[in-house]
Nanobody, 121 residues
Framework: VQLQASGGGLVQAGGSLRLSCAAS????????MGWFRQAPGKEREFVAA????????YYASSVKGRFTISRDNAKNMVYLQMNSLKPEDTAVYYC???????????????WGQGTLVTVSS
């Protein structure tokens, strides 16, 4: 299975971006999915995750109320809608698939290549 993240770019503070994660090689319908991010010089951190049924989202406290994770299992896609972006949201964003929901990135075994989000002040 391969994951391909896209949708990153440069945006001003307060703006919005929508990240997409496309899967190929297998169906995502049975996989919990997560979004993580890694800023320069920092460890990869949890952003959001969603169970395979698409009904239970989990968010990091730093993004709750601003970011929304969603999925379309029929299209094999996962999304991250990011609103009210802040400069501290600047990072490379990764989508990941794993056997169960976790805030720990080491629990996910399939990763996309990452997409860069830059938020200017």
């Amino acid at each position: 299975v391969q994951l391909q993240a896209s949708g990153g770019g440069l945006v001003q503070a307060g703006g919005s971006l929508r990240l997409s994660c496309a899967a190929s090689g297998t169906t995502l319908a049975n996989s919990p999915m997560g979004w993580f991010r890694q800023a320069p010089g920092k460890e990869r951190e949890f952003v959001a995750a969603m169970r395979s049924n698409g009904r239970t989202p989990y968010y990091a406290s730093s993004v709750k109320g601003r970011f929304t994770i969603s999925r379309d299992n029929a299209k094999n896609m996962v999304y991250l809608q990011m609103n009210s972006l802040k400069p501290e949201d600047t990072a490379v964003y990764y989508c990941a698939a794993g056997p169960y929901i976790s805030y720990d990135p080491t629990r996910y075994d399939v990763w996309g290549q990452g997409t860069l989000v830059t938020v200017s002040s």
